[in-house]
C-alpha cells in the first residue's frame, strides 16, 4: 500500500488537510473501532463514558472546565476505542473546539453528539456546529448518533417536546436517550429495571453491531474521501495550469518589450554613428 505524503498534498491542498489526514488513517487502521463523545461543555460526555466502560472516574467530570486534551480508553472486552474530547464553546481561544474537532474529523469512526435535555433544543451554536458537521460527513446517518444526556431529570412530556423540536433541528439524524445516573444505580443496587430505563442497553446494542458493520462503513468513507481528494486535486491541477499559462504569457510579453527595447537601442546607436 503506497503511503500518503500527508504533509505534501497538505501544502497542495491546505483546505483539506483534515480529510487528507483521515484518509491516511482510515488506510491504517486497525480493527478497533474509535467512538468520539462529542459536544457542548459541561453537557455529560465524561460521565456517560464512565458508565459505558463502569470505571468511575476514569473520565475526568467536574462542573468547570476540566477535559482539554482528547483523552482515549481501549474497551479490551467490546473492541472499541472511547475518545473523550473537550467541550465546545468553553474555550474562548476556541483550542478546546479544534482539538475536539481533530478526533471527530480525523480520527473517529463513529461519532455522539451529545447533548443535556435540561438544556431544552440544541442552542444556535450547537445546530450550526453539527450541521457543518454533518457537511465533511455525508454518510452521517450511519455513524453520527445524537445522544440525548440526564433523561432522568425532565418529565417524558418535556423529553417528548425537546425531542420534536431538535428532529427539526437535525433532520434524519438517529437519537439515543441515556441517563447515565439510572445506570450506575442499576448496577450499584442490581435493578434491572433502572438499567433497561438508561437507555445504556441500546447503545451497547449498537456497539456490537458497529463490530459488523466497521468494515463496510470504512470502505464507503474512503471511497467518498477518494472522490473529495481526487476532484480538489484536479481542481488544483487545473489551477496551477491556469498560473502556468499565465506566467508564460508575461514572459512571451517581457520577452518581446525586451527584443523591442533592444533593437531601439541598436537603431538609436547606429543613427548616431
Not at 111 to 126: A, M, P, Q, S
Not at 205 to 227: C, F, N, P, Y
Not at 236 to 246: D, S, V
Request: proline share 2%; aromatic share 6%; no cysteine.
Amino acid at each position: 500500500m503506497t503511503k500518503i505524503n500527508i504533509d505534501q498534498m497538505a501544502k497542495l491542498i491546505p483546505e483539506s488537510e483534515s480529510e487528507i489526514q483521515r484518509f491516511a488513517n482510515l488506510r491504517e487502521q486497525s480493527t478497533t473501532v474509535r467512538v468520539a463523545v462529542f459536544g457542548k461543555y459541561n453537557h455529560g460526555k465524561s460521565t456517560l463514558l464512565n458508565a459505558i466502560i463502569e470505571k468511575e472516574g476514569f473520565f475526568k467530570t467536574g462542573d468547570h472546565r476540566v477535559t482539554v486534551k482528547n483523552q482515549e480508553y481501549l474497551d479490551e472486552a467490546r473492541n472499541i476505542t472511547w475518545i473523550d474530547t473537550p467541550g465546545l464553546d468553553a474555550d474562548i481561544n476556541l483550542k478546546d473546539d479544534i482539538e475536539a474537532q481533530s478526533a471527530v474529523i480525523t480520527d473517529a469512526d463513529i461519532i455522539l453528539l451529545v447533548h443535556n435535555v435540561k438544556t431544552g433544543e440544541l442552542d444556535r451554536y450547537e445546530a450550526e456546529y453539527f450541521n457543518a458537521l454533518f457537511a465533511k460527513k455525508p454518510d452521517f446517518k450511519d455513524r453520527v448518533f445524537l445522544t440525548l444526556t440526564q433523561i432522568d431529570q425532565v418529565d417524558e412530556s418535556t423529553l417528548a417536546s425537546v425531542v420534536q423540536i431538535i428532529a427539526q433541528q437535525l433532520p434524519s439524524i438517529k437519537t439515543l436517550q441515556i441517563s447515565a445516573t439510572r445506570y450506575l444505580k442499576g448496577i450499584a443496587e442490581n435493578q434491572p429495571v433502572f438499567i433497561s430505563r438508561s437507555g445504556l442497553p441500546a447503545l451497547v446494542a449498537l456497539a456490537d453491531q458497529w463490530q459488523t458493520d466497521i468494515g463496510s462503513l470504512r470502505v464507503q468513507e474512503l471511497q467518498h474521501l477518494k472522490k473529495v481528494l481526487r476532484e480538489t486535486l484536479l481542481h488544483r491541477k487545473n489551477e496551477i495550469g491556469l498560473e502556468i499559462q499565465r506566467d508564460q504569457s508575461t514572459l512571451s510579453a517581457q520577452e518581446v518589450d525586451f527584443q523591442n527595447q533592444i533593437e531601439t537601442y541598436i537603431s538609436n546607436v547606429q543613427r548616431k554613428l
